[in-house]
Structures are given as C-alpha cells and as structure tokens.
C-alpha cells in the first residue's frame, strides 16, 4: 500500500501524461485478425465478433455513431449528457410505477423548456424551484442505478461510457455464460430510455466541469483545439459543452437527439472474449433486432482550411510556459496514415531514441514529444515542448524543434532507426492483442470510421515497401511551413466561470426497491460459471533461488514479447532517494555509450525499460522482441552498473523536478494527495521525506545514481514473461548483476507505520482558485486476517462499490454533491500489513459541508439494505470465478499468495465464502472495524466557501500551510 494517492512520475512526464490523457491514444494497426467476424442485422445494426477462447471473460461494448461534434449549436454538451442520462433506465427499468412517474416527467420536460425561455434570474429561480419539488416527487417511483446493479448481479466489471467528438460509446466486460443477460440489458436500454433524474444528474456534470477547470491543461488544450481547429466541431464543440448551455437545457431537444442518433442504423455492438460465436449471433438476433433501423448519421463534418504559414497564437494559461506546434495531417484509412505512424516513432519513441527525444536528452529542451489527434474527420499531430527554466525563449525552443523535424525530412537518419520504427509498430500489435478491451476497441472505431475492421490490423506488407525516401517525403508533406505555433505562456491565476450550489431537495426513492423488470431479468436462465482456477505448480515455474532471491517463469504462448520484472527489497521508505534516481537513471547511459548512444543502442534491439520505486520495493521492467533479450539484459546490466549521467542530463533532471514540483504545488490533486499523505504518516509523509531541490542540485551524477546500483544488493523476486528456458535466464541475471551473489535481506513491508489516533482530526489547507474541493477521509489502521478477506470484498462492493454501492448513490445519486467519490477498505498485500479504510470526494467548494456530512454520516451509521444482498453475492461468485490474472501479472499474483502461506488459488475459498454469505457478515466487518474507529479528514480547496466552525464536529480543526505537508 502506497502512502501516496497519486503516483510522481518523472518531471517531463508529468505534463506529457495529463495532456495525452485529454487528446486519446492512437490506436494501432498490424497483422489480419482471421477470427473477426462483422455482418448487419435486417434492421441495419452492425456486429463485430472476435471470439479469443484464451480470455477469461467477454468484452462488450455498443458504440454509436454521434459525438460532440453532433451536438446543436445551441445545445452543446448534448451527446456527452444524453451519455449519462442511458444509464438512468427505461419505461420498465428504474422505475417501479411508470404510470405514475410518467406525468411528472412530462412536467419536467415542461418546465425545462419554460426554464430556457426564461431570462430573469428570480423567474428562473423559481422554475428551478419547481422542477425541483416535481424531481422529488418522481424520485419516489425510481430506482436509482438499477442498470448498474443487474450489471453487477452477472458479474459485469468495469460498467462504464465515453463520449468523444466522433462517437459515443458504451462498455463493460462480463463472463461469458451470462452472454444472453448482458445482450438483454444492452439491447433494452436503448428501447425506451427515460431521462429521470435530469436534475441532479444536471448538478453531477457541472461538478465534471468543475474537476476539469482545476486542471490547467484541461484549459491549454481547449483554446490550442480552438486555434487548431477553427471552422470545425472539433474545435468550438467540448464534449462537456459551455456553462451557459448547461444552464438551459431542453428534454425535448435531448429527446428528439436521442430519437433521431440512437438507431441500429447508427450503431455497432462489439463482442470480444471467451464466447461461441454462432451462439451469440443467436441470441444478438433475439435481444437486437426489435431496434429502430433509422438512419446512419452523417460522419465527416466538412475540412479545415490549411494554415497559411506559420500561424502563432499566444495565452496565459499555465504555471510554466510551454509550446504546441499543430500540424494537419490525415485521419485513419488515409494511404499516407500508416507511413504517418513510422514519422511519430521516429520523432518519438518508448525507447527514448527519437528526434525529439533527444532534445531532452541532451538538455536542449525541458521535453519535447509528440501525440496524435485521433479523430475521424480531420487528422493532426501535436508536438508539445518545454523550454529550460532559466533564459530560454518559447521561439528558441521552436526552433530546435523545426531543425530536428528538418532533419527526417532530408532523410539524415541511419537506416536501423527506420527498421526499428516498423518493427516497433508490429510488435506494438501484438502486444494490444492480449488485451480483448484494446482489439474490440480499435475494430469498433474503424467500423464506425468506415474502415474495413476486417483489415484494420494488417500492416506487414505495407511497412516491407517502405524506405527512407516515402518516409521523409511524408515528413515533408505533413510538417512543412504551414502550421499552428500555440504559446501558452505564464499564468498563476485563471479566471473560471462560476456556479453556485443550488440548494435542491435531495430525490431519495421510496425504500430500497426494484422493478417488476428487474424480477423478470432475475428469473432468466443462464449458464454457469467455469471458474478459472490458476494452478500455481503448472501455470507458473517457481524457482527459490540461493540467498533468498525466486525467480518466476511463466510461458508466452501468444507473441514474441518478452516482460522481466525486477523486484528488489528496498524502496523510499529506506532511501528517500530511490524515486529521484528512478529519474536520474532513466536519463542516463550506461558502460561505453552516454545516454543518447546508449537509447539508440535499446531502439536496436526494440526493447525498453522502465524504473520506478515504491514505499518497499524498486522496480525495473524490462520489455521488447525477445530475439534480442540477451543483448537488452547486457546493456541493462551497463545502465545499472556503470550509469553515465553528464551535466546535461543533471540539469534535465534538475530543471524537470524543479518544474514538476512548481506544478503539483499548483494542483488541487497533487495537494489533496500529499495531505492525505500527511494526515496518515505526518513527518513521516513521503513527501516530506523526499530530498529537496537544493539537495538535489548539489548532487553530481554517480551519487544521484548510487541508490539505484545499492538496491541491486538486496534479495529480488524475478518475474519473466516469454520462451527463453529457466536455465538459460537465471545465469545471465546472475552474469549481468541483476541478481546479487550475497544479497541483503529485503525490508520488512509495513515498516513505516500510519499515526495512530486517539481523537479524530480535520487537516485543511486554503487553495483559492480551487473550483473544488478534496475530500479524504482516512481511519486507524486496523489488523486483519487473510481469511477476513471474502467478508472486505462485500463491505467494499456494499459500501463503495461503484453506482451500485452506498456511497455514490447517496451522494452522487440522491444529492449530486459530487462527481468522483468512493470508499474502500484498502487490503494489505503482506501479512506484516494493516488494512486501512479511506474515502474520497470531490465537490463544488460551496457543497463542502453537506458532502462531508453525508459521507461521515455513511461510515457512522451505515443504512443496512438487506435485499442488495443477492445482487452482492452473484457479483462475487461471477466475477471470481473468471477473476484470473493476466500472463504479465500472473506470477505476482502467485507471489503475494505464497507471502500469505497459500500454496493454492485462494479464489477457490473466496467463492465458497461467497455462496454461503449473509448480509450479518457485511454488518459484522463493519461494527468491528470501522463504525466506532476513528476517522480523520484531509480537505484542500476554496475555504472561504467552507464553514469551518462547521468541520469541528468531526475532529480538531487545523489550517495548515502548504509547506507544512508538501515543500
């Protein structure tokens, strides 16, 4: 168990990470898929089948063809909220008397559009009043996440939607013998859906809103949209849409989006995993072809004009200046798209070796990378960069950008790097074909694209005919004069658009009830579960090694991916500066090469690495074409004997953590984490302990390194994935010095021990500009037996559990109070271990204390709801038995269960705990571990919006200041 909430990822990284995670992942491409089968129902409805039979479960997902950029001019936000609202039910589902229910939502709908005619702020006030006192009366009939909860009682995992500018998509994966169930819920949820609840869910998206505006990159990469895209939906439509828009919306318009977008015509249904496919196109015939055929929505939505040379435009939007370079270039099926992907690799890569990485390398630039655009109608790439700290203008570091594009497009690259890029994105392909979510959503988003997903993956011959000359004159086309330079200089104060807490009456349902639907979804007759039960002795070679060092070797029968996990005993806790070495070393070079020679040398061979640290443990992984596996284990033995980290490298890393740290200190999340962080460990906080920048600074290279070549002394767990023997691997971990001949014992996980308190205190810290605010909510570790665990996983489904758990549905559900909130009992991996339990929420500031109370009140007095008790137990045993871990994963699995004395699946106990489970049990845990413990509370936001006076009733009030917790 981590102290941290949030994993510190290197400085460069950091940012890279949070952009890439608004603009999407680029999905790849590679060889045929022989087992893909797509045909259409009479009614127009699309399937895609790709039957794994290696896969413990099934991936589903219906995806339709509207996004944001679908939404009205006048309405935007409208896919992204017609999203939420089909998980809200239908005529049958949800309710428990639509006759009675149906008047008040046709009032609603009434009100609604009385609300957008309405300009004056008392009027509209009282209309809210109004939909209000009707939303609580129609709360009386509905059963709030009932969708979620069937889901959960067929062992659906992972319930969830996203709304992109291209398309709407809904998805979750279950087992596969309860096929005919999930394709009946699927199929009946875009029946007749019923936007109940529209208020409070109204309540809940501007609380989405609210999350984004805390994140300065959320703001940078909507106005570079705008200026990249001017004309185009892509750039004027979010998928959130605008304040204004949400403050007036129409259930008329939402409905007639919904009746004209959401027909079989219009969509795909996708299913991959551990099924027979000539039973599921039985029973997609039964369940799928009573929808609506409709019409296809239009897809391309018109071209932009090309930029007219260098088009700059500047803003002040971040806590450190950085720059965008836009480029236009194709979207997906285009000729030139797959030459397009070799350009991105060669510019930047996972090995580190790309044009643009070398700008880092070399300490030209902070960071430069690159990411894609992946959208359908137009395609673009970015290139974002950071300049160094001290003395260099955003036009400089431009220019250094330009030169090293420059230098692709004459073609001045040896010709391995090329081999190497093609390569790469092969192997690329195989590595998303293990995952059945990944390969069921590259064939949904080429089908709904209008590319064959029959041939999506087929990459081979095409990369085999290409040379440096196509690739550098692809370069040239795509990354010439015309583009988009976006500046976004230094801003440590934003403004943002305010909403105020409306005061709405909670909709609270009448009793804990279901539907005359539900009881007849109940009664359907499905399979039963074939558990996959892993046999520790067959599925994984264990071999205890001398010294205290295991090495784990498990079979890759799928592709020529090979994965070595390191795992040595030591982490921050022992030596704060593991987690900047991690940095350091990932920089560096090692043996005869400096670090670009060496990156380069890695590219070769299409291997990577990766080093990180943990409170106990350090980490290496090491991953690539196994072809070249004892090449990469000797140059990672260079790395991490003899690392070579020159001044230029120093002073990246310096730089990157001094603006990492700049960044973070500026971040609700980041001060939220290392509060929590404070509340539980004080002192001992990670973040207090970590060395400081000044340290830092007078560190030269071999002493930043040194704690990583010390941890190689202590005992290590090896964890390797592919075809190389046992007998032929061992030596060389040995040879390279990756496995120490007379280690040291590895530390004693739990060595570092949470505060325990005798009275409950409340940490506050004041962040002005904070739209939110940060709830945690942490008690006493408490001890706990591994035979304890079965009656934890209850609690935490019961308690936390997503929609179908206590805690979103009365706070999200009932209240809208927040977007994101949970609450789970956090399970030890070893037995010297305590379990701890820890709650979260994020809540508009003004919404701080009635957030709060409902949360606490939860944990003090929690409401037993006896009849969710059937729903819990199908979960459990549905989702255990196909609860196998995956090949990269599965010897860590077997290590922790051997930590805990268990020399067989622990599942097998785990479900017959589940079939003989009482509600009492769930009652028990609770009385005995968290009802009467006490329960601290760590808050980061907008004070002034908080009634403090208010919070002591929950603990001793302190107001902390920033350095108090996170220096």
């Not at 984004?212 to 990469?221: C, L, R």
């Not at 941890?711 to 030596?731: I, K, N």
């Amino acid at each position: 168990m981590t102290q941290g909430i949030f994993t510190l990822r290197p400085a460069a990284a950091f940012f890279m990470a949070l952009f890439t995670a608004l603009v999407g992942t680029l999905r790849a491409q590679g060889p045929a898929l022989p087992l893909v089968q797509r045909y259409q129902l009479d009614n127009g409805l699309t399937v895609l089948l790709y039957p794994n039979p290696e896969a413990p479960s099934v991936f589903g997902a219906v995806a339709v063809k509207v996004g944001s950029k679908h939404d009205p001019d006048e309405a935007t936000g409208m896919a992204h909220y017609q999203e939420h609202m089909l998980f809200k039910g239908t005529t049958q589902l949800g309710t428990i008397d639509w006759n009675h229910e149906k008047p008040l939502i046709d009032s609603i709908f009434m009100l609604y559009e009385q609300l957008g005619k309405t300009s004056d702020p008392d009027d509209r006030a009282g209309i809210q009043q109004q939909i209000n006192g009707v939303s609580v009366r129609a709360g009386k009939f509905a059963v709030p996440n009932e969708f979620s909860n069937l889901i959960k009682s067929i062992g659906g995992t992972g319930l969830n939607a996203f709304t992109s500018p291209d398309m709407t998509v809904y998805h979750n994966s279950f087992p596969a013998h309860q096929m005919e169930k999930w394709l009946e819920l699927y199929a009946h949820r875009f029946g007749n859906p019923v936007f109940r609840g529209f208020q409070s869910e109204l309540e809940v998206v501007y609380e989405e809103y609210n999350m984004g505006s805390d994140v300065f990159v959320t703001q940078v990469f909507q106005e570079f949209q705008k200026a990249m895209f001017p004309t185009h939906p892509y750039g004027y439509k979010t998928a959130i849409g605008t304040v204004e828009h949400l403050k007036n919306p129409s259930l008329n318009k939402m409905y007639d989006f919904f009746t004209q977008h959401y027909v079989a015509a219009n969509m795909v249904l996708v299913l991959a995993g551990n099924f027979n496919p000539d039973e599921a196109r039985e029973m997609i015939q039964r369940r799928f072809s009573g929808l609506p055929q409709g019409l296809a929505t239009t897809q391309r939505m018109g071209a932009e004009a090309p930029f007219s040379g260098r088009v700059k435009v500047e803003k002040a939007l971040s806590p450190i200046k950085l720059g965008i370079l836009g480029y236009r270039t194709v979207p997906k099926g285009h000729e030139d798209y797959l030459a397009l992907q070799v350009v991105y690799r060669l510019l930047n890569n996972e090995a580190g070796s790309g044009l643009l990485d070398a700008l880092t390398t070399n300490n030209s630039l902070l960071a430069a990378m690159l990411t894609p655009l992946p959208y359908h109608d137009l395609g673009g790439a970015a290139v974002i960069f950071i300049p160094k700290v001290a003395g260099q203008k955003l036009e400089e570091a431009e220019k250094l950008v330009l030169d090293q594009i420059a230098k692709l497009q004459a073609g001045e690259l040896e010709p391995w790097k090329l081999e190497s890029a093609k390569r790469s994105l092969e192997l690329e392909l195989a590595k998303e074909l293990e995952n059945n979510e990944e390969t069921a959503l590259s064939l949904l988003e080429a089908e709904v694209m209008g590319i064959d997903p029959l041939r999506v993956f087929e990459r081979s011959e095409a990369l085999a005919l290409m040379d440096m000359d196509h690739i550098a004159a692809i370069a040239k086309r795509y990354f010439g004069h015309d583009y988009l330079a976006f500046y976004s200089t230094q801003n440590l104060r934003t403004q943002k658009e305010k909403i105020t807490k409306p005061g709405y009456k909670p909709a609270v349902p009448q009793g804990d009830t279901t539907s005359e639907y539900a009881r007849m979804f109940g009664r359907m007759e499905t399979g039963k579960p074939s558990p996959l039960f892993v046999d520790p002795m067959v599925d994984v070679q264990y071999l205890p090694l001398p010294e205290g060092h295991s090495f784990y070797h498990t079979e890759n029968p799928v592709n020529e991916i090979f994965s070595l996990r390191l795992v040595y005993g030591i982490g921050d806790e022992t030596n704060p500066l593991l987690d900047i070495a991690s940095q350091a070393i990932s920089l560096a070079g090692g043996g005869e090469y400096a670090a670009g020679a060496f990156k380069e040398q890695l590219d070769q061979l299409n291997c990577s690495y990766q080093v990180w640290s943990g409170d106990t443990e350090l980490t290496i992984l090491l991953e690539g074409d196994e072809a070249h596996l004892t090449e990469a284990l000797e140059l990672l033995g260079k790395l991490l004997h003899k690392p070579q980290l020159d001044e230029k490298q120093l002073r990246t890393l310096r730089q990157g953590l001094w603006i990492e740290r700049r960044i973070k200190r500026r971040q609700p999340d980041a001060l939220a984490d290392a509060l929590a962080a404070y509340l539980r460990y004080g002192p001992a906080s990670t973040y207090l302990q970590r060395p400081s920048a000044k340290s830092i600074k007078r560190m030269d290279g071999p002493s930043l390194c040194k704690p990583i070549m010390d941890a190689l002394s202590y005992t290590a767990s090896a964890h390797f994935v592919g075809r190389t023997p046992h007998d032929l691997l061992v030596p060389m971990l040995y040879d390279q010095g990756l496995l120490h001949l007379t280690p040291l014992p590895a530390t004693e996980p739990g060595s570092t021990k949470a505060i325990v308190r005798s009275k409950a205190q409340v940490y506050t810290y004041h962040k002005r500009s904070a739209r939110q605010s940060k709830v945690y909510f942490s008690s006493n570790d408490f001890d706990i037996t591994h035979d304890q665990f079965a009656s934890v996983q209850a609690f935490n489904l019961y308690f936390g559990g997503d929609f179908s758990g206590l805690v979103l549905q009365e706070i999200r559900e009932y209240r809208a109070l927040a977007y994101s909130a949970g609450a789970s009992v956090y399970l030890p991996s070893h037995p010297n271990e305590k379990a701890v339990f820890m709650g979260y929420v994020g809540t508009q500031s003004d919404k701080t204390n009635e957030a709060v109370q409902v949360m606490h009140g939860l944990i003090r007095n929690m409401p037993p709801k006896r009849n969710r008790m059937k729903m819990i137990r199908e979960y459990l045993i549905n989702t255990t038995a196909i609860d196998r871990p995956d090949m990269r994963g599965l010897s860590r699995e077997i290590e922790e269960w051997q930590a805990w004395g268990m020399g067989e699946d622990p599942r097998r106990a785990l479900l017959e705990s589940f079939e003989q489970m009482r509600f009492s049990e769930i009652e028990g845990f609770y009385l005995n571990h968290l009802k009467h413990t006490v329960v601290s509370i760590a808050l980061v936001g907008d004070l002034r919006k908080v009634d403090m006076d208010d919070l002591a009733q929950y603990g001793e009030v302190h107001r902390l200041k920033r350095k108090d917790f996170m220096p």
